[in-house]
C-alpha cells in the first residue's frame, strides 16, 4: 500500500479516536450499530472509513459540525496530487496531522524551502502570519490557532536524539517579509539558536551562490521514500523510487551550494540586521 495512503488513514484514524473521547470503543459501536472491531479498525488505519462511516462517527459523538472535516479528510487518502482546495477545505490543521504522522514515522528527514521560513524552524508568530496568508489565498477555513499549535507541537521532533533534521533555505527566504518587523526579527533569532542542535543541520544557499540545479518548489524528504513537494494549487505526494531520487538528486545539488555554522550565522544575521533597519 502507497506511504501516503496508509499515513493519511492513521491520521484520520487519531481523529476519529479523538472525537471518541472519554467513550469506550463499545459504547460507539452500539450507538452505530457496528462491530467493536470496526471502531477499532478504523481508528488505527486498518480499514477505510466510507462517507457515511465518518458523518454517522460525527453524529455518533456529538458533534455533527466534524462531518465536513471528516470526509475533507477521507477524500484526500488516495490521491498522490492533494489539493489545496481539497485538503484545505476544513482548515490547515488536518494537513499538519496528516504531516506529523509522516514526520514521526521517518529519521531522516531533509528539506528544501526558498521562499520563507521552513515550517518546522517557524516561531509561532511566523507561522500563525504564514497560515493566515495561506488561508486568506486558499480561502479556506481560517483555523489559524488550531494549525499554529499543530505545527509547534511537531517542533518537539527536533529535539528527538534518532532523527536528523537537514534543512536547506535559499538566502531570499530569510529576506521574506511574511509578517511584520518584530516578528521577522525574533523569527531570525529563532534561527541562529538552531544552529549548532546535535541532530540539525541548517544551510543557507546564498544568493550569489553557483548551483547547479535552480531553486524551484519547496520540498521534503521523508527518509528515502517519500517526496513531498509543494506547489500554488496543491501537494504532490511522490512514493516512487526514481522520482524520489531525483528529488534526492536536486537536494544534493544545493546542499553542496549551502553555507553552514559561522557562514549561516552571517547570512542570517545580515537578514536580521536589516529588519531592525526597517523596524
Request: aromatic share 8%.
Amino acid at each position: 500500500m502507497a506511504t501516503d495512503f496508509q499515513q493519511a488513514r492513521e491520521a484520520l484514524g487519531r481523529r476519529l479516536r479523538e472525537l471518541r473521547g472519554q467513550r469506550t470503543q463499545r459504547d460507539l459501536a452500539g450507538l452505530l450499530d457496528w462491530p467493536q472491531a470496526k471502531v477499532s479498525k478504523l481508528e488505527t488505519g486498518r480499514q477505510t472509513a466510507t462517507i457515511d462511516d465518518v458523518t454517522a462517527w460525527a453524529a455518533a459523538v456529538g458533534a455533527p459540525e466534524t462531518a465536513a472535516e471528516l470526509t475533507a479528510r477521507l477524500q484526500g487518502l488516495e490521491s498522490h496530487t492533494r489539493s489545496w482546495r481539497r485538503q484545505l477545505r476544513a482548515g490547515h490543521r488536518p494537513v499538519q496531522d496528516v504531516l506529523t504522522i509522516e514526520y514521526e514515522r521517518s529519521t531522516e528527514l531533509r528539506a528544501w524551502q526558498g521562499s520563507m521560513v521552513v515550517g518546522m524552524l517557524q516561531t509561532p508568530d511566523y507561522a500563525r502570519h504564514v497560515f493566515a496568508r495561506f488561508a486568506e489565498l486558499q480561502q479556506s477555513p481560517k483555523d489559524v490557532e488550531d494549525a499554529v499549535r499543530a505545527r509547534i507541537r511537531r517542533q518537539a521532533l527536533l529535539w528527538e536524539p534518532e532523527r536528523s533534521f537537514d534543512i536547506l533555505m535559499w538566502e531570499a527566504a530569510l529576506h521574506a517579509a511574511v509578517a511584520p518587523s518584530d516578528v521577522l526579527a525574533a523569527q531570525m533569532d529563532r534561527l541562529m539558536s538552531v544552529i549548532g542542535l546535535a541532530n540539525v543541520r541548517l544551510g543557507i544557499v546564498p544568493l550569489g551562490a553557483q548551483l547547479r540545479v535552480p531553486p524551484a518548489n519547496a520540498f521534503w524528504l521523508y527518509d528515502e521514500r517519500l517526496a513531498v513537494v509543494e506547489d500554488w494549487h496543491a501537494e504532490l505526494w511522490l512514493d516512487d523510487a526514481d522520482t524520489v531520487a531525483v528529488y534526492r538528486r536536486v537536494w544534493d545539488a544545493l546542499a553542496d551550494a549551502a553555507v553552514y555554522g559561522t557562514h549561516a550565522r552571517r547570512l542570517i544575521a545580515r537578514a536580521r540586521a536589516q529588519v531592525s533597519d526597517l523596524a
